[in-house]
């Protein structure tokens, strides 16, 4: 097989780079590379800037209209940061880890001086005047923040839609769902139209969407990545980055984690050197392979896809093997915390303005604020007990391998999928996420291979508490196997050649 132009294009970028001498980069593939690999041209001047942001913001015009990734784009303010950053290189200034990179931001985070609507039409016109920790360490490490990407009604499912902007599509079917609730911000770096994108994930909204899409989406280990303000899910949630390379979400991940004094859960120590690191290997892990976690019920094409790819592990040196496990689903125990506190937030909304809300939104904070005292109680018990039972694991193993989704990616306009063709439990097709926000260990979703139908499948690596690295250096070893980077949903690949 010849190898694709886009290849040959990432061959002219990277010896460009080595040697030092000039290179060439239309704007179709500057939308291709990775922040890795646009960090490096800005540094070598072979590329400015405000060429890659004008670039962006051009495949943005072009290309989010018929997908609905960005629901605020952010031109003049992008443009002016690029310009102030052109006249830093030029000058020979001191350059951050990000400098020149484009991101886009979930609607849900805070920016300053930022409409920032949750995705809720009670939000419509609200302008937020400072910046979440995460964001304010983007800015300050030279990222180009280029619009606010799409979110289902303050992320509660996983699919991106609401009453304010509409759906969101995914890249590879635009008649099937992008998955959520980051759903924005993971069609955006699929489709070139900025290689970050900052999401969050409560119950898995930075992986599902990353599975559906075809991309790498991390939730590093609870508290690695500073959250403020508080909201009423703040024991389960995380920010992160969702990117197309490995190597990003690890730059990523070292620009935003580390303590903060408005978040009292936030883990101090540096992470550093980590898009480094992940290249040691994992000779000799020992990593097991959960098709199930012993409740779950999965498409057997999704199964034998990530089954398949977490024993190709086995070629980078690590020991793979099936592990049986017997734990329970702990969907009740997450949805106290997730949806009664949403429930909490809003019930007192629900008389004056409930019309406003989601149908389905509306229904939950109606059952979420009627939970008593007791059992707000309960699901803490239950969630230390789900804690003690997924600890052990990693006494024996130093990773454990999941399918992200139970399901390939499903039709726009359903909230919900059954895997097995029978009437299924809610969130039935997630069952592999939400679990991992109650106990806080690091996860990434990672391509790993696709259907018949063409849809990509995400395969989920999950590590100890704190083992951030590992999941990641596991992540890369799978990159390496099989590489994924260069493959784009059929409408960009043609833009690509």
């Known amino acids: 097989m010849y190898p694709s132009r886009l290849a040959i294009n990432r061959w002219r970028v990277a010896t460009s780079v080595l040697f030092h001498h000039e290179v060439l980069v239309n704007a179709s593939e500057l939308c291709a590379l990775s922040a890795t690999e646009l960090v490096a041209l800005i540094r070598e001047k072979h590329v400015l800037p405000s060429e890659i942001t004008r670039a962006v913001l051009d495949r943005i015009q072009a290309v989010n209209p018929q997908l609905n990734a960005y629901c605020t784009i952010e031109s003049e303010t992008a443009m002016a940061a690029a310009d102030r950053l052109d006249e830093a290189v030029q000058r020979g200034d001191a350059l951050g880890p990000l400098c020149g990179v484009p991101i886009s931001i979930k609607d849900i985070l805070y920016v300053r001086d930022s409409r920032t609507t949750f995705g809720s039409r009670l939000f419509a016109d609200h302008v937020t005047r400072e910046d979440a920790p995460a964001i304010d360490r983007l800015r300050k490490a030279g990222a180009i923040f280029v619009g606010r990407t799409n979110t289902p009604e303050f992320g509660f499912k996983g699919v991106t839609d609401n009453r304010l902007f509409g759906a969101t599509r995914n890249p590879w079917n635009p008649a099937l769902t992008s998955g959520g609730s980051s759903g924005g911000a993971a069609v955006a770096v699929a489709t070139g139209m900025g290689?970050?994108?900052?999401?969050?994930?409560?119950?898995?909204?930075?992986?599902?969407?990353?599975?559906f899409c075809g991309l790498v989406g991390l939730k590093a280990s609870f508290g690695r990545i500073p959250n403020y303000p508080a909201t009423a899910v703040d024991s389960l949630r995380h920010t992160g980055p969702l990117t197309r390379t490995v190597a990003d979400a690890a730059l990523v991940l070292e620009v935003m984690a580390g303590a903060d004094e408005r978040d009292p859960s936030s883990l101090g120590g540096a992470v550093s050197n980590y898009p480094r690191l992940i290249e040691q290997g994992i000779d000799g892990w020992r990593v097991g392979f959960s098709a199930d976690l012993g409740f779950a019920d999965v498409d057997p094409e999704v199964r034998r896809i990530c089954s398949a790819a977490c024993q190709s592990l086995s070629a980078a040196g690590a020991r793979v093997a099936d592990v049986e496990l017997d734990w329970r689903d702990p969907y009740d125990c997450w949805n106290v915390f997730f949806y009664g506190g949403i429930g909490g937030l809003l019930a007192r909304r629900l008389e004056s303005e409930g019309d406003l809300l989601d149908p389905g939104l509306r229904t939950i904070v109606m059952a979420g604020s009627k939970l008593r005292a007791e059992q707000l109680v309960d699901a803490q018990f239950q969630r230390n007990g789900f804690w003690?039972?997924?600890?052990?694991?990693?006494?024996?193993?130093?990773?454990?391998?999941?399918?992200?989704?139970?399901v390939p990616p499903f039709p726009l306009g359903q909230d919900d999928a059954d895997p097995i063709g029978q009437a299924s439990r809610p969130l039935g097709w997630t069952p592999f996420t939400y679990p991992f926000n109650l106990t806080g260990h690091p996860a990434v979703s990672v391509p790993c291979g696709f259907t018949q139908s063409g849809l990509p499948?995400?395969?989920?690596?999950?590590?100890?508490?704190?083992?951030?690295?590992?999941?990641?250096?596991?992540?890369r070893a799978l990159e390496q196997i099989q590489p994924w980077a260069d493959r784009w949903p059929p409408d960009i690949a043609a833009t690509q050649q």
């Open 388 to 406: 003690h039972q997924v600890h052990p694991c990693f006494r024996e193993l130093r990773l454990l391998v999941t399918p992200t989704l139970a």
């Open 457 to 475: 499948v995400g395969l989920q690596i999950v590590g100890a508490r704190f083992d951030d690295l590992g999941v990641l250096c596991a992540a």
């Open 195 to 211: 290689p970050v994108g900052i999401g969050t994930d409560g119950g898995g909204s930075i992986r599902i969407p990353a599975s």
